[in-house]
């Protein structure tokens, strides 16, 4: 009878033997094994056999076990780390075996050796980590780089790229886990320190298109426990320290200042991360297809919103954990101080932080600021404007204010803080977060994202200068073929290349993100009614006196808000949902306030928005339209604003004031144009000239006048200096026996020519057709005694130049090329005079009109009335312009009747600037001169002051002398009734001398 045995039953001793071998690798009886990993503790086996043990592997021999095996040089074996790796990832596995123990207590028995086990790999490897020497590692000289690194992207990652590591290795759940939640820090620092460091390095050099997103994920998921936060913030290369510390320091020896410089925009060569993003993306971008292109520009917007992403998670995370948030605060603060310089036209790329790293900061900072961002502004009222003096943490002291000099904002510092106050009691204040974050996104995207729109322009104008030297090379080329010339023809066609590239680098990171210019529209909205708020709210007149607390807030506040508004409204749709209302409140209230914002080129930046919003040229007419006509403080303050602002505009304090000021004008003729066509704007305008018919509206006018002679005079000189280089350079002969050099200057000096009577003859068609298109409707002012003699002589040149003997020296090949049109300019000055005689009902223009020495010529009006009549102008039109002619003829005969009678005039009765019989004479209070009034307030018209010694003056400040004004019209009288005397004796004479037939008597009686 056979009889079966069952398989004997294993005690919980031979279990806990099993387990731990086939954890730990190790085995303490010399027996072959196929794993070559295993080691025989031969030592240890009998270290425990002379202890009297039993060689078998228990909980309690664990530690000495483990501690043999590492100090032990055995050959084939592990090295250190991936052994206690090893364990970890046995005991794992052996764990989820243990699950299915039926008995219940050594199950548990089972699950506390195997967790044990755990503590033990944990522990060790914490131990080994942190003391490398500790345990022979023939694998350790091999790399520099953290052995943990590879397990960390493993852990952060489902494909493993493992950086400075083994690619094989595997995930091992639970173990980094249990490493980081321990709250030593003091073992732990070492291991983290060095992780930080290796992840710097991986991303150091890396572009948009590097592997830089598991770093990234790395360095979340480590800051994710405590003590890796800590170790972070507290890491030496946190904050750089050294003498020489500057941007460029922060950004490349920073533990996160790489993760910032990660980008696609360009950089200093010494710096670029690689691969290069343009020569990758962009390179021959012309034969590129646009969905290829298109393609790039959605990688890079992609790739690049995932690093802002990882690293505001990465700011949130520290900011939100209160023993790490100052030194987050603090680091930002020292990018921002460090890279102040970054403001400057010039920056220095050595000493100053990359491009890539402060638009990244801005899209970062911007993403910080999104739970303030509300539309409403909610929480505008937790920004403290004190922090801008008081706060310790960035510099606001070397930044131009909006209206207030260094010098008044000290004295008011010092009036506002009580005078027991020390300095470190005034720094003392705690500002909240949204007060800090608000001031330091307004720092970093002044020297970010608005310095990158400013590099972009740039960028842009390079590639058209360069178009345009190419275009001349390539002509002179053509003519007479040259090897230096092909020399330089190349290296043009190299750097628009590489400039190209740079362009669309832009293009793709910023241009393209419409969400990052939303987010930044945003922040600018709750800026300008934080300003705002600052005055008492959204209403006008603003109050006489500007509050000192908005006259000392940085200048960069609003030209930023400004400059997003115009780079924004060029790119298609990006204005799409942004509320405009605040922006447009704020641009009416100050564009024309010198009191509040001092800078003139800041309040003409704020036309340039407006001209950018113009329904006739916006992309989002829709949008922009119900500002400009359905807008409360558009409708009652937009005209008169403009034109204030256009009379202000006259004095900047710039040496280049005087070409500034051309155009700034054309954007405020732009929009005064569109807005003269729309109704409630026509009548708020012509209300101001009625109103202002003296003050802001005469300025105005004179202004006008004043560019229009200038530019009108400056472009048809320059069309006579064209046409003689065009003469020189179409006698080929002589021409190619020039220089070469000399060639290529005058083909230079050329297109320059070309270029200025463009801009100058379109600048003064615009002039020319506002003064026709208001003279329609608004005469008065161009009749007033300072006036009118100004404008009549202006229409008298510009006829001159249309129709007098040198008009066909003014013919050119192709006008419309330079915008000029001189059918259209004749047709425009013969309207504004017949506008004028309309609305003349005093009968004073003719006069006017004749009192021009230089310019008028009766014949010059019959000229003009036959070209008008061959190109088919309105024949209405055309006799009122020949009445005009026919009054002005006759009032030049009266005018030189009338000089005849005065006869030789005494000096006092001559005004000592024109020359002529002062009629209304004044005295100048400071020389103490006297003058005509109509002469001396349209000098003051132009230049507020005394013309004899420059002291100011304004026109209520002369003072009438009426002695000799009524000396003066006796003078009139007596002359008068002189010559009318000597009238009557030569007709009684002439009576007296015809006699009667008979001789007798005279004929008539």
């Known amino acids: 009878m056979a009889t079966t045995t069952g398989k004997p039953q294993r005690s919980p001793e031979q279990i806990e033997d099993i387990i731990l071998r086939k954890i730990f690798l190790v085995s303490l009886t010399d027996s072959t094994s196929n794993d070559s990993r295993i080691v025989y503790l031969e030592m240890t086996a009998a270290e425990i056999l002379s202890e009297g043990g039993e060689l078998r592997l228990s909980k309690d021999l664990m530690e000495r076990v483990l501690v043999d095996r590492l100090s032990g040089n055995f050959n084939s074996a592990e090295p250190p780390f991936q052994y206690l790796i090893g364990i970890y990832r046995r005991a794992f596995e052996e764990g989820k075996k243990i699950v299915n123990m039926k008995d219940k207590s050594v199950r548990a028995h089972m699950e506390t050796v195997v967790n044990q086990a755990k503590k033990l790999s944990v522990s060790y490897c914490k131990i080994h980590l942190g003391n490398p020497d500790m345990f022979p590692d023939p694998e350790r000289s091999k790399s520099n780089v953290s052995p943990l690194l590879p397990l960390v992207f493993s852990?952060?990652?489902?494909?493993?790229?493992a950086f400075g590591g083994s690619s094989s290795v595997v995930s091992c759940p639970g173990f980094l886990d249990e490493l980081f939640r321990d709250s030593d820090y003091e073992s732990l620092e070492p291991i983290l320190k060095q992780l930080y460091e290796d992840l710097r390095g991986i991303v150091l050099k890396c572009s948009a298109l590097g592997n830089f997103q598991q770093p990234l994920r790395?360095?979340?998921?480590?800051?994710?426990?405590?003590?890796?936060?800590?170790?972070?913030?507290?890491?030496?290369?946190?904050?750089p320290k050294g003498a020489y510390l500057n941007g460029r320091v922060i950004e490349m020896t920073s533990i996160l200042g790489p993760f910032f410089h990660v980008s696609a925009l360009p950089d200093h060569s010494m710096f670029k991360g690689q691969p290069d993003v343009g020569q990758q993306c962009f390179a021959e971008s012309s034969t590129q297809r646009p969905a290829d292109l298109l393609s790039h520009f959605t990688t890079i917007k992609t790739v690049m919103n995932n690093l802002y992403d990882g690293l505001a998670e990465v700011l949130r995370s520290l900011l939100k954990n209160t023993s790490t948030r100052e030194n987050v605060l603090q680091y930002i603060a020292e990018v921002i101080n460090k890279n102040a310089s970054r403001s400057h036209i010039q920056v220095?790329?050595?000493?100053?932080?990359?491009?890539?790293m402060f638009v990244n900061l801005s899209a970062v900072m911007l993403r910080l600021c999104e739970p303030f961002l509300d539309a409403n502004s909610t929480k505008k009222d937790k920004i403290d404007p004190k922090y801008v003096f008081f706060g310790s943490?960035?510099?606001?002291?070397?930044?131009?204010?909006?209206?207030?000099?260094?010098?008044?904002?000290?004295?008011?510092?010092?009036?506002?803080?009580?005078?027991?106050a020390v300095p470190s009691q005034r720094e003392s204040t705690n500002y909240s977060f949204i007060c800090e974050c608000f001031f330091m996104t307004a720092r970093v995207l002044n020297l970010g994202l608005l310095k990158s729109f400013s590099d972009f322009k740039h960028l842009v104008q390079d590639i058209s200068r360069c178009e345009d030297n190419l275009a001349t090379l390539k002509t002179m080329q053509e003519q007479s073929p040259l090897p230096r010339l092909a020399q330089d023809i190349a290296q043009l066609e190299r750097e628009i290349e590489s400039f190209t590239q740079e362009k669309l680098c832009y293009e793709a990171q910023i241009l393209r993100d419409g969400g990052l210019l939303q987010q930044a529209?945003?922040?600018?909205?709750?800026?300008?009614?934080?300003?705002?708020?600052?005055?008492?709210?959204?209403?006008?007149?603003?109050?006489?006196?500007c509050p000192m607390e908005f006259a000392c807030m940085p200048e960069h506040f609003v030209e930023d808000a400004m400059e997003l508004l115009i780079f924004a409204s060029r790119i298609p749709r990006s204005l799409d949902g942004v509320k405009l209302d605040d922006f447009m409140n704020f641009i009416i209230m100050f564009m024309a306030s010198p009191e509040y914002i001092r800078n003139p080129y800041l309040r003409a930046?704020?036309?340039?928005?407006?001209?950018?919003?113009?329904?006739?040229?916006?992309?989002?007419?829709?949008?922009?339209s119900t500002l400009f006509e359905g807008h409360q403080l558009s409708v009652q303050y937009l005209v008169r604003n403009l034109l204030k602002l256009y009379v202000d505009i006259e004095f900047t304090g710039s040496h280049t004031q005087f070409y500034d000021k051309f155009n700034i004008r054309h954007n405020i003729a732009e929009l005064l144009e569109y807005l003269w066509q729309v109704p409630v704007h026509q009548n708020a305008w012509k209300q101001i000239a009625k109103e202002e018919e003296k003050g802001v509206y005469l300025n105005f006018l004179n202004f006008l006048i004043n560019d229009s002679i200038f530019l009108l005079d400056e472009s048809l000189n320059k069309i006579l200096e064209l046409k003689e280089l065009e003469a020189e350079m179409s006698n080929t002969v002589e021409w190619e026996q020039r220089p070469a050099q000399e060639r290529q200057e005058r083909t230079r000096l050329f297109h320059s020519q070309e270029n200025i009577i463009r801009i100058d003859m379109k600048l003064a068609m615009e002039d020319v057709s506002m003064l026709a298109f208001t003279t329609e409707q608004i005469t008065a002012p161009f009749l007033l005694p300072e006036m009118v003699e100004r404008v009549a002589s202006m229409l008298n040149y510009f006829l001159l130049q249309l129709v007098g003997p040198q008009r066909k020296s003014l013919s050119l090949k192709d006008p419309e090329k330079y915008e000029f049109r001189p059918k259209q300019l004749l047709k425009q000055i013969v309207n504004i005079y017949v506008h004028l005689a309309r609305g003349d009902h005093e009968n004073i223009f003719?006069?006017?009109?004749?009192?021009?020495?230089?310019?008028?010529?009766?014949?010059?009006?019959?000229?003009?009335?036959?070209?008008?009549?061959r190109i088919g102008e309105n024949p209405r039109i055309i006799q009122a312009f020949d009445d005009l002619g026919r009054k002005a003829k006759a009032a030049a005969s009266e005018a030189m009747d009338a000089e005849a009678i005065l006869g030789e005039i005494p000096d006092e009765f001559l005004d000592p600037i024109q020359y002529t019989l002062m009629k209304d004479p004044v005295i100048l209070p400071s020389s103490r001169m006297i003058v005509d009034r109509p002469v001396i307030q349209r000098h003051l018209l132009s230049d507020a002051t005394d013309p004899f010694n420059r002291s100011h003056l304004t026109p209520d400040m002369l003072i009438p002398d009426t002695e000799l004004k009524q000396k003066i019209e006796e003078f009139v009288k007596s002359q008068q009734r002189k010559q009318h005397g000597e009238e009557m004796n030569i007709d009684n004479n002439f009576k007296s001398s015809i006699q009667s037939p008979d001789g007798t008597g005279p004929l008539i009686d």
């Open 155 to 161: 852990e952060v990652s489902s494909s493993i790229d």
């Open 218 to 239: 790395a360095l979340m998921y480590l800051i994710s426990f405590p003590v890796g936060a800590k170790a972070l913030v507290n890491h030496p290369w946190w904050i």
């Open 348 to 356: 220095n790329p050595i000493s100053s932080a990359s491009s890539g």
């Open 393 to 420: 943490r960035l510099d606001f002291k070397e930044l131009t204010a909006l209206h207030a000099s260094s010098e008044e904002v000290t004295e008011w510092l010092n009036k506002s803080t009580p005078s027991n």
């Open 521 to 545: 529209l945003s922040f600018y909205q709750l800026m300008v009614v934080w300003l705002v708020g600052r005055i008492g709210g959204f209403k006008m007149p603003l109050p006489q006196t």
């Open 605 to 624: 930046k704020m036309v340039e928005v407006l001209n950018c919003w113009m329904p006739r040229r916006s992309e989002t007419s829709s949008v922009t």
């Open 846 to 869: 003719p006069s006017a009109i004749t009192k021009d020495g230089r310019s008028y010529n009766d014949q010059l009006f019959t000229e003009a009335a036959n070209v008008l009549r």
